[in-house]
């Protein structure tokens, strides 16, 4: 069967990433219609498909949509669980309720439709105003497979190039045996909750593999809610990472501290040490990445009381035979054999992608009739989501500043006609104004491109209104953004002026830098702020 159905926008992807951009996007722009499709049969992304004990690693004050809180009542909060209210993070339950609940409550006031599992091919084509889905017979309750044609009036908008690759959908990407028990982290809490007996085997050995959070969070839960004791743990670690400690540290602060370290990567790593912002699993082992994990001083405790740490790179291969275990390391390091029985051994899979998931998309306002969802600042993902949004309608409403966009391009080179850029559409300038922010930097690198939200945040508050403090007002107005926080102070103009003065020394070009003094100009009302 087959329909024909219309939308202003037509969204693939209904996680976090989405629903942000859907939410702001609505606020600014209530009257257009939306058209939402995602392959799970739910909404909230990846939170569907991950482990049953996880939480989010940031407050509930930064994550899901602007317009209604995550963490729920402040009073409430307190009353009932004692808990301030950024010490709250929520569960994967209350995540996926929160996200369950805002697209009801859009489909019902007539401003959403929502196609559960339903599927996009980004292969097929199609015309810039034309898209096909289909759609299973559940997700529109007819029992009947639909193709739907749809007629997108403004724009098309992948919302799933970030998408988090979590282990139970992404098996391990090098030969395993037969005979060698592999678990998920969902199998291990799934497991646990259908055989409490399963945590009291005192002979098993558990060897997280895996360097990023989803391992640390098994390790924390083999400890705390198992009651396994840290002697039946080993831990492989292809390279050590900084860590954000909780409370302390925040995305911006690497950024921050390699403006004030002349971007020396190793200086800036340290003094954030000193400050407490950042964390390590060993004095003994100088970190090489950063991919912006949050964790208590509680939680690191546990991490160090870990048996054995193997670091001797990524593994390549799990061998058995007959009773003992190989783990490969490469041709470059000697394997590792495990001193357990083969049967005694569970290796818990923790080494999916996660959000670094390889998609690395150059453009975010790709053309009038389609808009790609990626990061312009650090994590959490949602204020860059909400951030788009608002340029959109922006975009849309004829609210942004073009002339100062005009002036932005005019001191880009064209590579191919060498002469100044001559542009006014409006697209074509954010296209142009902002870059994509890379979060899976591998190593810890100290250039430019670090720097790019702290760029692409200033470039919006100038570019999005003719005033820059409408909105920095709304950026104050906004839950997920830090600005909105009593107290906190962006500092973004200062950090320009510090753009300006030593650009050589970050490398910015002769070019990029006249375009963050005309930033920085027109951020002037923001000094102190």
């Known amino acids: ?50 482990y049953g004990f996880v939480k989010l690693h940031a407050p509930s004050l930064l994550y899901g949509i602007a317009s209604r809180q995550l963490e729920g009542n402040w009073l409430k909060l307190v009353m009932t669980k ?12 209350e995540i996926l309720n929160y996200f369950q609940t805002y697209v009801d409550d859009k489909v019902a006031a007539g401003q959403l439709e929502y196609y559960p599992s339903s599927y996009y091919d980004f292969s097929s084509s199609s015309s810039s105003k034309t ?13 009947t497979d639909t193709t739907y044609e749809v007629d997108v009036r403004i724009k098309f908008v992948n919302g799933v190039l970030g998408e988090t690759q979590v282990p139970s959908q992404a098996p391990l990407r090098f030969p395993v045996d037969e005979g060698v028990r592999v678990m998920t982290p969902n199998d291990i809490y799934n497991e646990h909750l259908e055989d409490k007996s399963f945590a009291k085997n005192k002979q098993r050995h558990y060897i997280i593999l895996g360097a990023g959070k989803t391992g640390m969070d098994a390790i924390i839960y083999l ?14 670690i292809p390279n050590d990472i900084w860590m954000l400690n909780r409370g302390q540290g925040t995305p911006w602060s690497w950024a921050k501290a390699l403006q004030e370290n002349d971007c020396d990567r190793d200086k800036a790593a340290l003094a954030l040490e000193e400050q407490g912002s950042f964390v390590r699993l060993s004095k003994d082992f100088q970190p090489t990445k950063l991919k912006f994990p949050l964790i208590g001083t509680d939680e690191l405790t546990y991490l160090r009381m870990v048996s054995k740490f193997i670091r001797l790179g990524r593994v390549t291969g799990i061998r058995r035979n007959a009773d003992q275990i190989t783990v490969e390391f490469g041709s470059n390091n000697d394997p590792w054999i495990p ?32 808009l790609n969802l990626w990061h312009l600042f650090a994590p959490p993902i949602s204020l860059s989501r909400s951030v788009t949004a608002y340029l959109e309608a922006a ?51 100290a250039n430019k491109e670090q720097l790019t939200g702290i760029i692409n945040l200033a470039t919006f508050i100038a570019l999005a209104d003719l ?33 300006v003065e030593k650009w050589e020394v970050f490398g910015f070009t002769e070019d990029e830098r006249q375009r963050l003094e005309l930033v920085r100009d027109k951020l002037k009302p923001l000094e102190g702020k």
């Not at 951009?21 to 392959?39: A, F, G, H, R």
């Not at 006014?424 to 810890?444: H, S, V, W, Y």
């Not at 820059?468 to 009593?486: A, C, D, H, M, T």
């Open 223 to 236: 400890q705390c809610n198992m009651y396994v004791k840290a002697s039946q743990i080993s831990w492989v």
């Open 339 to 370: 001193p357990y029985a083969a049967d005694d051994i569970v290796f818990v899979h923790c080494a999916s992608p996660g959000p670094f998931n390889g998609n690395e998309p150059k453009e975010l306002f790709v053309s009038d009739q389609e």
């Open 131 to 143: 898209h096909k889905f289909s759609a299973s017979g559940d997700a529109d309750k007819t029992g």
């Open 395 to 445: 975009r849309y409403k004829g609210t942004l500043d073009l002339n100062f966009g005009q002036k932005l391009l005019q001191t880009k080179k064209n590579p191919e006609a060498e002469s100044p850029m001559n542009t006014t559409k409006a697209n074509d300038i954010l296209n142009q104004c902002f870059r994509p922010f890379q979060i899976g930097m591998g190593e810890l690198e």
């Open 467 to 499: 005033d820059p403090e409408v909105v920095y007002k709304w950026l104050q107005g906004n839950r997920l953004s830090f600005i909105g926080i009593p107290g906190f102070k962006s500092g973004i103009y200062e950090s320009l002026e510090k753009f």
């Open 1 to 50: 069967m087959s329909k024909k159905i219309s939308c202003d926008y037509f969204i693939v992807g209904s996680g976090a990433a989405s629903l942000s951009y859907i939410d702001t996007l609505l606020t600014e722009l209530p009257s257009v219609k939306i058209v939402l499709i995602d392959q799970k049969a739910a909404p909230g992304g990846h939170w569907n498909d991950a």
């Open 82 to 93: 004692f808990m301030l209210p950024w010490n709250h993070r929520a569960t994967k339950l």
